[in-house]
């Protein structure tokens, strides 16, 4: 008892030093690459002739792999993920960056080439090497925004492509640019030709001027649509490859002064990706079609004929051969039926995930009154749903819906039901629909409305659902869907408030307005919302995408609306009862494009808010808001669910917060007694351990210094609830 009254005494002289730390994300597993998909791979030995095996190096616009922050660019090693130092950022954020291409150099130099402009605090713009402990920038590398592609001559130059700028050229000592190519997809060093430039025709670099390496006309007419791929055979032969369109095979081969198709037709296919195997197979990675469906996957040429080696539920962006195996990457999650997401391996014709599988990929999440926890995952593009059930250990499926339309809305409700909308399509049209779960069992919520997606759904004081639809604000009255006045239509957010008054945000008489129902119509909350202008040219109409009603009684509108009437914003707003005002809000970073993309109800009048940049899709923060504190949690595109524990649970693509990482899904632990998350409450190691943290060294599986939630880290009342919960009473 003396060391606990001495550590508080000294908590409360040195109070001032305290770090911030922040909560904990307990992930559900390090799963390898997220936040993106790998583009690039080679295989590269980090020693050179040292005793340490050469690895497997992946680049793309993924942000994490292994449950770390590795920013674009790692390698796998001994069954690991691995961070190459800080990887890289566009103006410090590393959403914006992306790794296009990786080589390994002549002189056993890791070279890396893409969109980016820093490495960590350091500048380091579109092509960089690997120093062995850090990212150095090559040269004076020019600016570019639509990397390519990157490649050494026999030489040691170096050669860049830009879709947008050209090619470049660095000789060892600085960069020019080989004026007269656009848009170049990729770049070859032919022993024979020098450097070539696929963009839609085969280009050749004469030292001096750009040219046709065949006439563009009569028989040195590139049959294909576009041609994209280049690749030399065994024998040294130059093979193009690209979009199908009308020509006899998406893969050519030069022959003298013509072109001649390589295998048979893919049926209007497209060929993303040439390999040839140490034995002189060709290999493929692109989509093709049949009279029925279209195919993605991996194809060889067997006797003059192409032939699936593994079919994707994805199309497979490269493929890449590595000794006796063939790895592809891209967006796919599935490799002839085996998981192996984004990364597969193919050796002897069977395939292998890189790493272990995934948990399921969740899109909806809620949790109900008595601590019930669900998930929807969409398992398919036309439109199966597994829903899901949380036992406190592991995830059970508890149903199924073939909706074929996205679930809008997922909600628990009491006694361990689960309420969604979503709809059907027949006759090729769709029919709105709201159903609950009740043991397993779906029940409609009256009839099904035709042409209309049901975008939200809230439950009145006296227990009756209402709901925003295409044609405005409907209540369920004894099973029929009966409309709220006349001068609302297309309902794009809803709220219930403290007082049973139903407000909503939509198309009115006088334009996209935020209204509330007086008991006959619809009563327009300040000024309309008007169109904006678009980077793109013309103008959109933005919406409100969420209301919520604060304990204070004030109307948060949150979306992408720059202004209500002549009130500027910024995309989340507050309605007093007597007009609009801007709330300040933490989560945007300082982007002013950021917008509001979801809120949900937390605890004790709690708003989570979450969002992502309009534009360029970059991710924002997530945090709570209780109407005068912010309580910032992660990075995330959300949503989220709170549990009667307080804890969290979340969805995201990944979730990142100070340097941690989880997969798609996370828990963040709430206040707890078990402070070290060790499992044994109240011990001598969790006094200690927040005590440590108060001090600025927060265990990686602890809880944080802000312990009561209040936003403010380390204080007294901090204290108290620490010493209030290992008495067993509430935070």
Known sequence: MNRLILFVALSLVVRSAWGQCPGTWVPSGEYGV??????????????GAGPRESVLVFGGTFQVAGGAVVNHVAYWEQGRWHPFGDGFSQY????????????????????????????GPRAVQTVARWSGSQWEQVGNAPTCIGITDLIQSPTGDLFLSDRYAGVYKFNGQSWSWLQGVGNPQQLLWS????????????????????????????????????????????????????????????VYRRAGDTWEPVGDRWGNGQCRSIAVSSTGELITAGYWHDDVREFAGVRTLTGGTWSSVAESNAIPERAFVDGNSLVTVGSFTLMNGVSASRIAVITDGQVLPLEQPRPPSFWRVASGPGGELFAGSLQSPEGRWLISRFDGTEWAQVASWNGRLWMDEFIALENGRLLITSGTVASESYVGQVLVLDGGTWQQLGPGVPGSFIRKVRIGPDGQFIAAMNGGVYRLQQNEWVRLGSTLSKATALAIGNDGAIYAAGDTVAGVAVVRFNGLDWE????????????????????PTELFVLPDNRLLAGGWIETIGAVQVGNLAAWDGSGWSAVACPLDGGDPEFGVNWMQQGRDGRVWIGGLNTHNGSRSLMGSFDGSRWRVIGENWGPLAELPSGDLFAIGFPIIYNNQATEGYGWYRAPTADFDHDGDLATDADIEAFFSCLGGNCCSTCGSADFNGDGDFGTDQDIEAFFRVLAGGAC
Do not use: C
Request: aromatic share 6%; net charge neutral; glycine share 14%.
């Open 92 to 119: 410090g954020n590393s959403a914006n960056a992306f790794v296009a291409k990786l080589v390994a150099g002549l002189d056993g130099s890791l070279f890396a080439a893409g969109q980016f402009n820093r490495s």
């Open 524 to 543: 327009q909350l300040g000024g309309t919302i008007p169109a904006v202008s678009i980077p793109s040219g013309g103008v959109e109409q933005p919406y």
């Open 191 to 250: 022993p024979t030709d020098g450097l070539l430039a696929a963009n839609n025709n085969v280009l050749k670099w004469t030292g001096s001027a750009w040219t046709n390496l065949l006439p563009p006309s009569g028989p040195g007419r590139l049959p294909l649509q576009e041609a994209t791929r280049l690749a030399l055979t065994s024998t040294g032969e130059l093979l193009v490859g690209g979009t199908e369109g009308s020509a006899s095979s998406p």
């Open 34 to 47: 997220i936040g993106g998909t790998p583009r690039s791979m080679v295989r590269w030995d980090p020693d």
